[in-house]
């Protein structure tokens, strides 16, 4: 039988909102924390969730695209490459409170997160980024700042969305980007190991929606447990057993119906051990 969580609305204010507003295909952000987690049950070693302490705050931080290139490779794929440009925001830095937040931190510093198709993201340390695809297919990329402990700046220019064709004949075509509600996951992944099992970072990336009490929401089933999320603001996952852990996002609208459409639900494997190596 699952277990229910529920995660009150009440959060603070971490001194500005995202948008507003989602239309023209921008995304509605704020950097709120939530209430500590309510638990309808909560035997010892039962999967939860926890807010995330608070953590350096940058209203001003933007990263916007200079420019898209490509070039042939072969006759069935296209190398694109990205340049970025990132204002307000130290790439490599450690991110102030990166030890007293006691998870997974990446010695390299705070970086960019680049998603392709909702698949787990690359770290990006410079502003820059070359992929390949396939021609005739079409392709949406999620970019956003992250501190240097992997969580998400939300400030209402820290991410961008880019959607894009590749024709048959490899040529790059920029679209309009969508307009409709879309989640896109990024922590936890990969491995986590020894002390870094303790406080396991949940984040994503909402884009086109407001979460809140009486609007949409997101599920979140970990191990088969299930919590529902009603504001965006980075949680831990704590009391996770070693092994697999499976995570699953979901959007849901304000009647708790799942939303439909494209990137609105996404699961993803990590693996949890005490020590190397991982089994």
Not at 49 to 68: E, N, T, W
Not at 97 to 118: M, R, Y
Not at 201 to 207: A, K, S, T
Request: aromatic share 8%.
């Amino acid at each position: 039988m699952r277990k229910y969580y529920i995660l009150p609305a009440t959060c603070l204010s971490l001194g500005f909102m995202l948008l507003a507003s989602c239309k023209g295909g921008e995304t509605d952000k704020t950097d709120a924390k939530t209430a500590d987690t309510v638990e309808t049950v909560t035997p010892e070693k039962t999967v939860k969730i926890a807010p995330v302490p608070a953590s350096p705050d940058f209203p001003d931080a933007a990263l916007s695209i200079k420019d898209v290139s490509t070039e042939p490779v072969g006759k069935d794929s296209v190398k694109v490459t990205i340049n970025y440009t990132v204002a307000n925001y130290e790439l490599k830095k450690q991110t102030e409170a990166a030890v007293s937040k006691e998870c997974n931190n990446s010695a390299q510093g705070q970086h960019i997160h680049f998603i392709l198709d909702n698949k787990p993201y690359t770290a990006l340390y410079e502003p820059k980024h070359t992929f390949t695809v396939a021609v005739n297919s079409q392709h949406d990329v999620m970019s956003f700042l992250s501190r240097s402990y992997h969580e998400s700046v939300k400030g209402k220019n820290a991410g961008i969305l880019l959607r894009f064709a590749i024709d048959a004949k490899g040529t790059y075509k920029k679209l309009d980007n969508p307009t409709t509600p879309m989640i896109f996951y990024s922590r936890p992944k990969g491995d986590y190991v020894g002390n870094d099992t303790k406080n396991v970072l949940l984040d994503f990336y909402v884009y086109n929606t407001t979460l809140s009490e009486t609007g949409d929401k997101v599920r979140a089933t970990i191990n088969g447990n299930t919590f529902m999320i009603n504001n965006w603001a980075p949680q831990f996952i704590q009391n996770a057993p070693m092994g697999t852990m499976k995570v699953k996002l979901e959007l849901l609208d304000k009647d708790g119906k799942a939303i439909t459409g494209e990137h609105t639900v996404v699961e993803r494997d990590v693996q949890l051990a005490q020590q190397e190596p991982m089994k």
